[in-house]
């Protein structure tokens, strides 16, 4: 199972929450599958959606959920320190890990060889981190949605994008639809 149909049997999962997209192919295919004003797409920075993700929980009570992958946790593997140490219950982590750096050409990323990111999250002190089947994912958020304790979810699925047009929506109108909704 590809990212593309991961996010597909997240849709009926993911309701009422804030969403913060990784960069590129990830966020194109959230946006084709079920944009909503609570999507913020990452448009240019590879690696800051969780960071992101975890500032958004520190500045609201509504639960928030990050969708990175593995090629950006790794370029940005000190977020999941400071995700460690500054646990929120109304934040979920979860890593797409389909092995490869999916947005620039599916090059192999560490984490499809020896690295383990759920192990790296352990370590850096996060107490719940989960590592599943991409199959198993929406139970996985789905559990940690009801547990209200911030959940590091590791989804592991297969290597490969589905083509998708790019997001037009100027980011400008991106960041305003998403901070109305936060306000909302």
Do not use: W
Request: net charge negative; aromatic share 4%; glycine share 8%.
């Amino acid at each position: 199972m590809i990212r593309y149909e991961l996010l597909e049997l997240l849709k009926p999962v993911i309701t009422d929450e804030l969403v913060v997209c990784n960069i590129g192919s990830p966020s194109q295919e959230l946006h084709e599958i079920d944009d909503q004003p609570s999507n913020f797409y990452m448009l240019g920075t590879m690696g800051l959606a969780s960071s992101i993700g975890l500032g958004l929980a520190m500045a609201t009570d509504k639960k928030v959920i990050a969708i990175d992958g593995d090629g950006s946790v790794l370029t940005n593997m000190g977020t999941l320190a400071t995700i460690g140490n500054n646990a929120r219950n109304n934040f979920i982590l979860l890593i797409v890990d389909n092995g490869s750096y999916g947005s620039t050409g599916d090059q192999p990323t560490y984490a499809g060889a020896r690295t383990s990111l759920a192990k790296v999250a352990e370590a850096c002190g996060c107490d719940t981190v989960v590592e599943c089947s991409a199959a198993e994912t929406p139970d996985a958020v789905k559990a940690a949605l009801a547990a209200d304790t911030m959940t590091i979810i590791v989804s592991k699925c297969d290597s490969g994008n589905k083509k998708c047009p790019v997001i037009t929506m100027n980011p400008i109108v991106i960041r305003q639809r998403f901070m109305d909704e936060v306000a909302r």
